[in-house]
């Protein structure tokens, strides 16, 4: 079954190595104006995939610099995952389009 691991807080250097071991950030939120993490993210050239109730939804572009999927859709969002999946050399453009 799955796994669920609490991270405690980190200072700006751990969450430097944390964003540069992850491929993919995935924000579910459903009701988050702007949650800092995506934004960290996004200026570390991550993938985000996003609820469309996350305030960052509002810049992105489907396929180009991330992924939005509608509120409590876990068929789009795992969709999007497949996708991610499937096409991983296509990451690091849609990182670097979403910094």
């Given at each position: ?44 050239e ?29 068929l ?17 453009a ?6």
């Amino acid at each position: 079954m799955g796994k669920l691991e609490w991270i405690q807080e980190m200072g700006q250097k751990e969450l430097d190595i944390f964003f540069g071991n992850m491929d993919v950030l995935v924000c579910p939120s459903r009701d988050d104006p702007m949650p800092i993490v995506v934004t960290q993210a996004m200026m570390h050239e991550k993938v985000c995939v996003v609820s469309e109730n996350v305030g960052q939804a509002a810049f992105i572009r489907q396929y180009e610099n991330g992924f939005v999927f509608p509120n409590e859709d876990v068929l789009a969002l795992a969709e999007i995952i497949e996708w991610l999946l499937d096409n991983g050399e296509k990451r690091a453009a849609i990182g670097r389009a979403a910094r």
